[in-house]
């Protein structure tokens, strides 16, 4: 029998407890380290939207170009997904312009892709 260790996705540490079942029968696993910001976490979703690859997908896609019927059907998952994930990073993007000058926040034209979203 191998035992396979589980990680935090966040912080990446050993220190896992389990927290209960889903309503999918999914095992609940919480972090115990009192510095990480995950609550707890499953490690096998059902939704593949829930995955951090993909919401890094999603907005990866929409600042190339892609609309949001586009990202949702190359990626699988719902145009709701697609537009709560980039209502929730629209604020935090950092945009570094041709010189090389760090902008933090959302500039005139992320504002015009983002503004029917926030």
Do not use: H, W
């Not at 035992?3 to 927290?19: D, F, N, R, Y």
């Not at 990073?89 to 005139?108: F, L, Y």
């Amino acid at each position: 029998m191998i035992l396979k260790p589980i990680l935090c996705p966040t912080c990446g540490t050993t220190a896992i407890i389990k927290a209960g079942i889903t309503g999918n029968g999914k095992q609940r696993y919480k972090c115990t380290n009192n510095d990480c910001t995950t609550i707890t976490f499953i490690l096998d979703y059902t939704y593949i939207g829930r995955l951090l690859e993909i919401k890094e997908k999603v907005v990866e896609m929409a600042l190339n170009g892609s609309g949001i019927r586009d990202t949702a059907r190359v990626l699988k998952i719902s145009t709701s997904t697609v537009i709560s994930e980039l209502k929730k990073t629209a604020s935090t993007i950092e945009i570094v312009d041709i010189i090389g000058n760090r902008k933090t926040g959302v500039t005139t034209s992320a504002m015009n892709f983002f503004r029917d979203f926030s």
